[in-house]
């Protein structure tokens, strides 16, 4: 079973589980400020659940590649959308600071 850590949490979850749900069912902080109550619950068009993501998961699909490429994201910044990644291996999640989660200023850690 793929493990994910995050914010101080160790989760196991089933291979190919989607990484935002993942986060959410557990109480993860996933979104900052504002977009808790302002996104667009998964579909992939808001791109406030940014994070970097260390680990195996599923190739950027092209609603991740879009949302990215454009700003505030930016296509060559590491980060991913965790409601577009499916978990395939163990993985370690970390938050940057922002609306859109796309600052340079770390929010929380896997470990913290
Ligand atoms: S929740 Fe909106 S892009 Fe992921």
Redesign the pocket.
Known sequence: MPQVVAQGKLIECESQANL?KVLLDHDVDL?NSGSRVI????????????VKVEGEVSAANW?DQT?RSLPPHSPTSELR????TQILGDVKVTKFDGFWGQGSQIVWTPEV
């Open positions: 935002r979104y996104n667009c619950r998964g579909l992939g068009s808001c791109g406030t659940c940014a609603r949302r959308l965790a409601c577009q």
